[in-house]
């Protein structure tokens, strides 16, 4: 996948159905976006307009847990794409929850990655393609549909061990009720985590004859785009995701990507590139995007680009944009 292929993302008829639903006009959403009405009908739209779409309803809506909750619940089973058709006619929640994991990525800018341990089950909200993380409606989004999809498939009213997002996200106390638990706001992640036992539980909707035949199909997609991707891609997609678990190298890129260090090393160069050039572009994106966002603070952003000293990540971002990330971040303000 090219970068331009990468920046095309497919909605859902689904979607603007669902406004309607709960008195949003499409058209009004169009407007407030700034863009043509006829983005109301194409199939495709880049990140920057998937993006402005989901600021647009949020504007509109006005407090953003409220149209939330107010779509989270509003969207119905039968306009699902194939690949969220196949999560909700699944085994069971858990099984749900990796075939959405593993589908995201046909689908940018979201991705998912989920780890289970103990009694708990965390699934974290990043961004694929995309060096703007998305507007926090989307986010939102996002998670309480991971807790919907639960609901709708068990038939139980699920509720949610704790829900954390790093930027404020309107109307707590709607939120909890909706969740069914705490939310917590200004952490270091956009994190929904759930009670293990709930992932067990059998689907009412499983339709194994269904899945028989989406799945080959999704995984042969899913296959075809991977393999369009360039190696320099795949490897800036995967530091996306592990920047700010802490310390990254070479080693754990080419693991991630299976194959050898060297091997990793021969194809960055037979595509011009190096990982010391990727890691430090990767970095730069994501550092200008995290500081366009006033709730988080310079040292919140070193960790999450991977810089444990902050100290470093002074002297990177000067190389880069030949200011410290505090005067660069006022500047773009005035």
Known sequence: MNASSADRIKISPGFWTSLRGIGVEPMDVARQARLPLTVITEPLV?????????????????DIA??????????????????????????????????????????????????????????????????????????GITLAYLLELGRRGTGRHLKAHSVEFINPMGDVQALESFFGCRVRMGTLRNRLILNS????????SYNEELLEILTPALDRTLEERQNQLTVSAKVQWILTRCLARGRIDIQTVA?????????????????????????????REMAVAYLADPALEVKEVAFLVGYEDQNSFYRAFRSWKGDTPTNWRVAQEN
């Open 46 to 62: 880049t990140t920057a307009q998937y993006y402005s779409i989901w600021q647009a309803y949020s504007e509109l809506v006005g």
């Open 66 to 139: 409220t149209g939330i909750v107010k779509l989270a619940t509003a969207y119905e089973t039968a306009q699902y794409p194939p690949a969220a058709l196949a999560t909700f006619h699944a085994r069971d929640y858990r099984d749900a929850l990796n075939r959405m994991a593993r589908y995201k990525q046909m689908c940018p800018p979201e991705n998912l990655r989920i780890q289970e341990e103990g009694k708990q089950c965390s699934i974290e909200l990043e961004w694929q393609h995309a060096e703007l993380p998305g507007p926090q409606v989307l986010v």
């Open 197 to 204: 036992d709930d992932l067990d539980r059998p689907f009412t």
């Open 255 to 283: 693991s991630e990507l299976g194959m050898s260090e060297r091997t990793l090393q021969r194809r960055l160069t037979e595509e011009g590139a190096s990982f010391k050039q990727l890691l430090a572009k990767t970095r």
